[in-house]
């Protein structure tokens, strides 16, 4: 059984950045393709980004630039850098490593 476990999430002025850490407690990790994702409310969960194991990352296209994903694999981490966060990046954030999830960190930006 894989075990995700989100942190970092919280209440940020506009403009402001957090960061996202996803412990996983997998053998795996270092093999896996990783993606965090979010879910608004009243909005269906949309991929923020992903990163395969040896570094490639891919975005939202709206979203490269102000986010960065990172991972490391000595500390089965995988991070989200989340930069000039806007009101409509408030949402729900998942960690993913399929078919698993994590339980999700809140992320509120008001302005």
């Known amino acids: 059984q894989v075990q995700l476990v989100e942190s970092g999430g919280g209440l940020v002025q506009a403009g402001g950045s957090l960061t996202l850490s996803c412990a996983a407690s997998?053998?795996?990790?270092?093999?896996?393709?990783m993606g965090w994702y979010r879910q608004a409310p009243g909005k269906e969960r949309e991929l923020v980004a992903r990163?395969?194991?040896?570094?490639?990352?891919n975005y939202a296209g709206s979203l490269e630039g102000r986010f960065t994903i990172s991972r490391d694999n000595a500390k089965k981490t995988m991070y989200l850098q989340m930069n000039s966060l806007k009101p409509e990046d408030t949402a729900v954030y998942y960690c993913?490593?399929?078919?698993?999830w994590g339980q999700g960190t809140q992320v509120t930006v008001y302005s």
């Open positions: 993913n490593l399929a078919p698993y």
């Open positions: 997998t053998s795996i990790f270092n093999l896996a393709t």
């Open positions: 990163i395969n194991a040896v570094g490639g990352t």
